[in-house]
């Protein structure tokens, strides 16, 4: 089985889907999420731990797409050997497997994991850097582009799709934005299913 997740709503999952499928893996067995991974609390991830049984093999684009910190990801990948379910990534330039259970493939996964967690940790820095810099000259500006839709625009949007009653590029168009902005604007749609097929994982024993 695979998981696959991006951090904003805007992002696609094409590209891990593909990779996942193209190694084997069936769509209504890729388990998916549209979230940070600053929490567990994903609802892809806990479908896939709780569908998971002894002797399966869990495949991710890349050992950073399991968890949002080197913590979370070494508990998950923990937690998965101590059940018997091995884990294997596709696009890490150090590639990890659990089957292998050599002192180097251990010492792999402590190292990728750990450099996926300081290249959030400098990103975190340059941007309070930034902030910090901008407030030392007195400008109220905040980092980054400013907001192009106020709050009650974007619970308008939201409105308007949840029901479906228009399309998205229709209500950028009414707002005067771009259908990317408004992607980012909008809270996530509600998640019928966890899978890359749209459907629930068939019931397992």
Same mark, same amino acid.
């Given at each position: 089985m695979g998981y696959a997740r991006v951090s904003t709503t805007a992002q696609h999952l094409d590209r891990q889907i593909a990779a996942l499928e193209s190694a084997g893996v069936a769509p209504e067995r890729v388990f998916v999420d549209k979230a940070t991974g600053a929490h567990t609390a994903r609802p892809g991830l806990q479908a896939l731990l709780t569908y998971a049984r002894p002797r399966d093999l869990v495949l991710c684009y890349t050992l950073d797409r399991l968890g949002g910190s080197l913590r979370d990801t070494l508990n998950i990948v923990h937690d998965l050997r101590e059940r018997g379910i091995g884990m294997r990534t596709l696009a890490d330039p150090i590639p990890i497997n659990t089957a292998d259970d050599s002192a180097t493939a251990r010492l792999a996964l402590a190292l990728l994991g750990l450099f996926s967690e300081l290249e959030r940790v400098y990103n975190a820095e340059r941007i309070a850097h930034a @902030?910090?810099? @901008?407030?030392?000259?007195?400008?109220? /500006?905040g980092v980054g582009r400013p907001r192009a839709l106020s709050d009650d625009q974007v619970a308008?949007?939201?409105?308007? @799709?949840?029901?479906?009653? /228009?399309?998205?590029?229709?209500?950028?168009?009414?707002?005067?934005?771009?259908?990317?902005? *408004?992607?980012?604007?909008?809270?996530?749609?509600?998640? *019928?299913?966890?899978?890359?097929?749209?459907?629930?994982?068939?019931? /397992?024993?």
């Open positions: @902030r910090a810099v @901008r407030e030392a000259k007195g400008d109220g /500006r308008y949007a939201a409105h308007l @799709r949840d029901p479906l009653e /228009r399309t998205v590029p229709d209500i950028a168009k009414e707002l005067g934005v771009g259908t990317a902005t *408004l992607y980012r604007a909008l809270p996530p749609c509600p998640v *019928l299913a966890p899978t890359a097929s749209g459907t629930e994982p068939e019931a /397992r024993s």
